[in-house]
């Protein structure tokens, strides 16, 4: 076997695309992506055997550090057979022989893989089958742990809600809560138009407005156009927008609530039905008052949700998306998320991924836990990643760094 340090974009792309548990982040066109968007440097590398036949690759990442140095970083990788325990080895050797050639502290790499099976509450599922062996061996291998994290605190998520699409479509959407699909019904009452949208702008100020309310940090709109750039290439993105149509939508509520209030004065609704006429008759006026301010002003409709949905060969994940108050009020994003799911479905994928979660769904931090819930109705699988690994090189400025990085960027504000 070979390690090879610049692995060919067809040869890369080929051997990823033949990986089911390939995650997007380490994708060719996501190393093109941080390159153009946030200045990191990425580096495609891998081992081919005596046939010159790739068995393994890995997008690298890197950061500039002063002092000439640098540190790597390998999102939801490696792109390997960790139970193949000869290549995975001989993989990360050939990686420290890597990382001292390019002078670099240290590499952190979180893979995709499943630590062990959870109950909805995070808890360990004993006597079921675990990836505790790859984990040991990741230590085995001169790994440092960086802990069990359960909110946000490392570079991905450390867990994820993913839908499993080996099933009938019927026995999919059955498991969804059904408390969710009431919304979905919900939302057909608003003449939601579903599309495929290009305009990431669109999208960009949509989650500006997200993040504002919520307290996130939402990334410049040049980072969202180089993203959909280099995956349209690849075909391995789509823009689902949902657009509605202000004007008729109080048209129809005007009428719809005319009529239920006549009905309710001539008494033609039975008393048993009287408290959900006057409950809908109160749904019907907030519409009209929180439709009123957009009267007259988008004849061409508005798009109230815009998501970006990424894919490989196997699966999809749900990776951003943006909405205004209208796409709460409408349950646009739920309908947003219903929809991907079945184009997901359509596509005979093997799994959609909801990308993110916490591993305490009882967290009173930001409004992590109410995000959390909204995922879990999908009827997914709650799983916990084996969490962060860095692979030292300079013991010494590796300990030392965080607080050089901090000495740096005071100077350079």
Known sequence: ??????????????????CKNA???????????????????????????NKNKLQACA???????????????????????YHDEKLFAFFVEGLKNFLKKENAIYLKVDPGVKYQDIDEKANRIEN?????DIFNKFLEL????????????GNQPRYTIRVHLDKDKEEII??????????????YSY??????????????????????????????????????KYFKENNSVKLLNVRIYPDKIIKKTKNELKELKEKLESKEISKKNIADANDRVKRLEKDLEVFAPYKGKYKDGKIIVSSAITYTKYGAWLLYLGNDILGERTFAVNRCYYEALLDSINKKLDFFDLFGTVGDPKTTYKKLAGLHEFKRKFGGEYIEFLGEFDL?????????????????RKLHK
């Open 59 to 81: 997008l690298l990442l890197k950061r500039k550090t002063p002092l000439n140095m640098s540190y790597f970083y390998v999102p939801r990788g490696f792109v390997i057979d």
């Open 1 to 18: 076997m070979k390690f090879i340090e610049n692995v060919k974009k067809e040869d890369y792309i080929k051997f990823f695309n033949s």
């Open 23 to 49: 995650h997007f982040l380490q994708s060719y066109e996501w190393g093109q992506t941080q390159k153009e968007a946030r200045g990191l440097i990425p580096y495609y590398v891998g081992v081919v055997d």
């Open 128 to 132: 079921v089958e675990n990836n505790h």
């Open 174 to 187: 059955k498991n969804i809560s059904k408390t969710y699909m009431n919304t979905i019904k919900r939302s």
């Open 191 to 228: 003449d939601l138009e579903i599309e495929e949208g290009n305009n990431v702008d669109i999208m960009h100020d949509l989650i500006l407005n997200n993040a504002q309310k919520d307290g996130f940090h939402a990334y410049s709109t040049e980072y969202y156009r180089s993203f959909y």
């Open 392 to 408: 030292v090189n300079k013991p010494f400025w590796y300990k030392v760094l965080p607080t050089l990085l901090k000495i740096y």
């Open 142 to 153: 001169g790994f440092i742990h960086k802990g069990f994290y359960k909110l946000y605190e």
